[in-house]
């Protein structure tokens, strides 16, 4: 759950996490209008089913979706440190590939206005450059 002034708390709450991982989705503008949306794990190949399970089981949000003949997927988590210095709520947005494995991630940073911003680099990946997938 997020507090007012942008910071998680540490109960945290899995569908508000959800919902903020839509709302950067949205925004950024990562979804065309014919991809469709793969919401069950068993929709997804088993690499990336094993990956999306995983970041379930670490209290993180997925999504994916088929856009033609690919799949993408990106999970996400709080950024509680970062949230806490900026004052609103940062998430730190892994994408990965078809077989799961993460191949760039980014904190980015919900503005009081709504849209979302790059906060930095997560320095074991390059940065995520969210412009179409």
Known sequence: MI?????????????????????????????????????HLSALPSGLRDAMERAERNGQAWSAWRHDEEIHAISAEPDEARSQSLGYAVLLVFVHNASGRVVASGSWAKTPQGSWLPAHPHPQHESAHMTRI
Request: glycine share 10%; charged share 35%; hydrophobic share 45%.
């Open 3 to 39: 507090i007012n002034d942008g910071r998680f708390d540490e109960g945290g709450d899995a569908g508000e996490l959800r919902q903020l991982l839509v709302t950067f989705l949205l925004d950024l503008k990562l979804l065309a209008d014919e991809d469709r949306v793969l919401s």
